[in-house]
T-cell receptor, first 109, second 113 residues
Framework: RKEVEQDPGPFNVPEGATVAFNCTYSNSASQSFFWYRQDCRKEPKLLMSVYSSGNEDGRFTAQLNRASQYISLLIRDSKLSDSATYLCVVNRGYSTLTFGKGTMLLVSP | DGGITQSPKYLFRKEGQNVTLSCEQNLNHDAMYWYRQDPGQGLRLIYYSQIVNDFQKGDIAEGYSVSREKKESFPLTVTSAQKNPTAFYLC????????????FGEGSRLTVL
């Protein structure tokens, strides 16, 4: 099993739709979790951290399920500008981050 | 403005030549990193440094070398020993190693002809 797995997509959704991505991780000792966003041919940028109790930032909601070892990202009321690749990132706690390959989102008018 | 500057943005080299990619940060961060990204692939860690004059190999260090003589600078050399050097190279920094918030430079696209 790969350390961090994501459905590569693309997810094609119309503006205004709600879309959700999941990410699974293999190391149960993983301590912290993040979602990054990467626009085409650009650098990744931190979107949000994922807390055990779940957290929300505007239209974005992140959740963590430690028992099943997955994290999720929900985007409500999708905008054209949300089109990007979303990277799931895991910190094992003693070292550096492990990045998933990303899930591509395409929002159409 | 604080940030990370990578140069050059695009680079073409012939096979067998060494290439050095520059990375400078003015965020006063202790930790710096080099990642490689290939199409359809996740970011893979090449080297990282927690502090000046110290660095560790990442998952794919073979064929690469780094130095950390100054806090602000973490150059990466892609040597002729690297079998598939054509890739998108990303430099990042963070306050410390054990943190989830990395700040990335805009990347350097290396093409070996």
């Amino acid at each position: 099993r790969k350390e961090v797995e994501q459905d590569p997509g693309p997810f094609n959704v119309p503006e205004g739709a709600t879309v959700a991505f999941n990410c699974t991780y293999s190391n149960s000792a993983s301590q912290s979790f993040f979602w990054y966003r990467q626009d085409c041919r650009k650098e990744p940028k931190l979107l949000m951290s994922v807390y055990s109790s779940g957290n929300e930032d505007g239209r974005f909601t992140a959740q963590l399920n430690r028992a099943s070892q997955y994290i999720s990202l929900l985007i409500r009321d999708s905008k054209l500008s949300d089109s990007a690749t979303y990277l799931c990132v895991v910190n094992r706690g003693y070292s550096t981050l492990t990045f998933g390959k990303g899930t591509m989102l395409l929002v159409s008018p | 403005d604080g940030g990370i500057t990578q140069s050059p943005k695009y680079l073409f080299r012939k096979e067998g030549q060494n290439v050095t990619l520059s990375c400078e940060q003015n965020l006063n961060h202790d930790a710096m990193y080099w990642y490689r990204q290939d199409p359809g692939q996740g970011l893979r860690l090449i080297y990282y440094s927690q502090i000046v004059n110290d660095f560790q190999k990442g998952d794919i260090a073979e064929g690469y070398s780094v130095s950390r003589e100054k806090k602000e600078s973490f150059p990466l050399t892609v040597t002729s020993a690297q079998k598939n050097p054509t890739a998108f190279y990303l430099c990042a920094s963070s306050r410390t190693v054990n943190t989830g918030e990395l700040f990335f430079g805009e990347g350097s696209r290396l093409t070996v002809l």
